[in-house]
């Protein structure tokens, strides 16, 4: 089992920056990939960013170049460093991790992130 914490959502001015924080906890040792997924109300879903175990980075076009998705093993902590928000981008912002063996998708909480003036 993982158990996965975000914080760091809020409120933000457009243009602003926000960095959000993903605490695992569990079976660390098993992830492959973590990531971060969003979700509007009646939306499916959507990937925003994703990070292996050998570090290969995948972002969402919308987020490319303003979102920059980081993992400290260390402090078994993920993080998505959000910059020049836009009123699109707000969502409830979710941590998720992938196991390989086996193979299990464990998710967050959620976090609010809303981009308004």
């Known amino acids: 089992q993982v158990q996965l914490v975000e914080s760091g959502g809020g409120l933000v001015q457009p243009g602003g920056s926000l960095k959000l924080s993903c605490a695992a906890s569990g079976s660390v040792s098993m992830i492959y990939t973590m990531g971060w997924y969003r979700q509007t109300p009646g939306t499916q879903r959507e990937l925003v960013a994703d990070i292996t175990i050998t570090d290969m980075k995948k972002y969402a076009d919308s987020v490319k170049g303003r979102f920059t998705i980081s993992r400290d093993y260390v402090k078994k902590m993920l993080y998505l460093r959000m910059n020049n928000l836009k009123p699109e981008d707000t969502a409830v912002y979710y941590c998720?991790?992938?196991?390989?063996?086996?193979?299990?998708?464990?998710w967050g909480q959620g976090t609010q992130v809303t981009v308004s003036s």
């Open positions: 998720t991790a992938n196991t390989v063996i086996p193979p299990r998708d464990f």
